[in-house]
């Protein structure tokens, strides 16, 4: 079976840091476009950031200059590094794999508050 497990969602003040992971297992990672969404309630699913399987990047306007995306297809693994976090970056990550089919994991919660 296919499963992505996300890992790193926290409480954090505001212009923190945080790193989430997303550890995949029963596909053939390498293979796969890898991206990150956001969702807070009664709101639709945003797109974050994306990475190629060749490692090619590209990010949300609202991200770009804080957020790096970034894989390690020898741990079948993607990272979303987080840097001068704002209180309208709390929401639900979830990580997404896409290839010949379209995979998703459970969420992390980031919550950035004072």
């Known amino acids: 079976q296919v499963q992505l497990v996300e890992s790193g969602g926290d409480l954090v003040q505001p212009g923190g840091s945080l790193r989430l992971s997303c550890a995949a297992s029963?596909?053939?990672?390498?293979?796969?476009?890898m991206r990150w969404y956001r969702q807070t309630p009664g709101k639709q699913r945003e797109w974050v950031a994306g990475?190629?399987?060749?490692?090619?990047?590209n990010y949300a306007d609202s991200v770009k200059g804080r957020f790096t995306i970034s894989r390690d297809n020898a741990k079948n693994t993607v990272y979303l590094q987080m840097s001068s976090l704002k209180p309208e970056d709390t929401a639900v990550y979830y990580c997404?794999?896409?290839?010949?089919?379209?995979?998703w994991g459970q969420g992390t919660q980031v919550t950035v508050s004072s």
């Open positions: 990475i190629s399987s060749g490692g090619v990047s």
């Open positions: 029963g596909i053939t990672f390498n293979l796969y476009v």
């Open positions: 997404n794999a896409l290839y010949t089919n379209d995979y």
